[in-house]
């Protein structure tokens, strides 16, 4: 059976990768007040998923589908990096980044609101950054305004000169391995 997918997400980036791919899905609000999380389990990808799990849960009340939620963190030198809360915190996390690779962790959940199944997973990239001066960093700061993507990047729009590697998918840099969500989707429909 197919049953509509419901997306608990305002990233326009997860709903323009799931356009991409043909997966007809509806935008609905995170329900989910963070904040108020219990606390995380003891492992980065253990609390990634447990958070992507929180949010489809939240919504689990008003939808009858799939609902789909997401999580992305990066990660340097074992720092958790989200989402830059100002101007200076993007500009500390820019240079941090600057010359080297870090890792960018997605953690997905589906929740089958019918059968109260559900099914998680993350997905890693490693991202390698060149050398960024200073004056790099401020520009792309201005220019896109980072502050709702972690690691206060968007990799689809970073500048010429920002980016040397990617090893992994470029869509969990994007914030949702779409190889993933189909994956999840195709366990959920039996």
Known sequence: MRWPLYVASASPRRALLLNHHGLSHTVIPNL?????LKSPPLSLLGALRALAYEKAVASKAQY???ILAADTIVVLDNHCLGKPRNQQEALS?????SGNTHEVIT?????????????CRTDKAKVSFSPLSPEMITAYIQDYQPFDKAGAYGIQELPEGFLREVNGSFETVMGLPVHCVKSL???LSH
């Open 93 to 97: 996390f820019l240079t941090a980044l």
């Open 32 to 36: 989910l007040l963070e904040e108020k």
């Open 107 to 119: 953690g997905v959940c589906i929740l089958n609101t019918i059968t109260d199944k559900y099914r």
């Open 64 to 66: 009858q589908g799939l």
């Open 185 to 187: 989707i195709q366990q």
